[in-house]
Structures are given as C-alpha cells and as structure tokens.
C-alpha cells in the first residue's frame, strides 16, 4: 500500500530564511508524487509535481523538490521566505492504478515570522 | 475558463436534512473527485468518478451518494445529515499530467 508521510505537523521560520518542509513516502514502484499548497480558507493549489522526469522538480512561486528513491523522500525546499508563503502545505503520492487517487499526507502547516 | 466551481460556498444543515452539493468542470477531464477536509486529517477521499455514468466508494463514503450524469458535473448527496459531517467538502478534477485540480470548497455545518 501507497502512504506518505510528513515528518513536522508545524515550521517556523523568518523571512529571508530557507524553508525546509519534509516528506516521506511508501511504495512499492516508482510514484507520481505531488506538492499542494493550502492559503487559509482557500482551495488546493498544485505547487510542484514528480513524474519521474527528472528527479530535481521546480514549481511555482519558486519552491522546488528532490526525489530521493534511496531514501523514498520528496523534500520541498525554498531559498528565502517570503510572508506570503505562510499557508498549510501538502504532500501527496498517487497510486498509479486505474483510479489515479490521491494519497495526501496530514499537512505541514508553515509560519513565517517577519 | 472557470476550472473546478462548487456551490454552494456555505451551508448550515440540521441533523436529519438533506442537500446536495454542485461540482462543475470546464476543463473535459474523465475522472472527478470528492473530499473532506478535517483538521489535523489532511483530505480523505469520499467517492470519484472515472467517467460519466460511473462512480466507485474511496476512503470514507458511508452516508454519502454521488452521481455523474454530466461529464462536466459531479454532485455529492447527503440523504440524512449527522454532526460527523461537518465539515469541509473539496471537488476535483484530474489532468493530463496527474495532477488534480480543486474547487474552492463547501463549508458543510450540520448542527
């Protein structure tokens, strides 16, 4: 069975500083693995996807993800913080069958200290 | 282009009624999806639909129906609601590529 896991429920940070949100994930083949980000009181919003192009994946707003097979994670990162980045974040892994379901982790809630 | 639209947007339920959340999407994409949104439990998968006409039971279906009469649209059904259902419902749509794309939600209050 398919499952992900995020290592820190809450992170703090200053801005300008780097972010480091943490994300493991379990399978048994070689995953689509996604980032989503979630602004309060507002809908899902695709930050960054792995489909086993390239293991280094960059997204939007510029957050960007490795995949690491020989240590099953999926780490989202960004070099400096910005304010606007204080929001829940999501990892997610999908099962690749015929139903193409996604598997969300609990959230990593981020705050941003000015 | 809209995306993935959901109305409506709030809704306060006593214990026992029914109602019916709208999903609509502009984008043509086969499968569509429905979730709750629980603090602390990330999203859980209530039912999805693999193309018009057909629907399959996720993580969490008991006490809810759905139907894909319209490829465009998805609708979730709650016959008799309870207080374990508060909360807030999310309708996707799957891409090309995987990715799923979101509505804005329903915040569901049943008292």
């Known amino acids: 069975a398919q499952s992900v896991t995020q290592l820190d429920s809450h992170v703090s940070v200053s801005e300008g500083t780097p972010v480091l949100l943490r994300c493991n994930y379990s399978s048994s083949y070689s995953p689509s693995l996604f980032w989503y980000v979630q602004h309060p009181n507002k809908g899902l919003q695709l930050l960054l996807k792995y489909t086993s192009a390239a293991t280094l994946v960059k997204g939007i707003n510029g957050f960007e993800a490795e995949f690491k097979k020989s240590e099953t994670s999926f780490h989202l990162t960004k070099p400096s913080a910005h304010m606007s980045d204080a929001a829940e974040y999501f990892c997610?892994?999908?099962?690749?069958?015929?139903?193409?379901?996604?598997?969300f982790g609990s959230g990593t809630r981020l705050l941003v200290r000015p | 282009n809209a995306g993935v639209t959901q109305t409506p947007k709030f809704r306060v339920l006593k214990t026992g009624q029914s109602m019916t959340l709208l999903c609509a999407q502009d984008m043509n994409h086969e499968y569509m999806y429905w979730y709750r949104q629980d603090p602390g439990m990330g999203l859980r998968l209530i039912h999805y639909s693999v193309g018009e006409g057909t629907t399959a039971k996720g993580e969490v279906p008991d006490g809810y129906n759905v139907s894909r009469l319209k490829k465009q649209n998805f609708l979730l059904g709650l016959e008799s609601a309870a207080p374990s259902q508060t909360s807030v419902y999310f309708c996707?749509?799957?891409?090309?590529?995987?990715?799923?794309?979101f509505g804005p939600g329903t915040r569901l209050t049943v008292l």
């Open positions: 997610v892994v999908s099962p690749m069958d015929s139903s193409y379901k996604l598997i």
């Open positions: 996707a749509s799957r891409g090309q590529g995987g990715e799923q794309f």
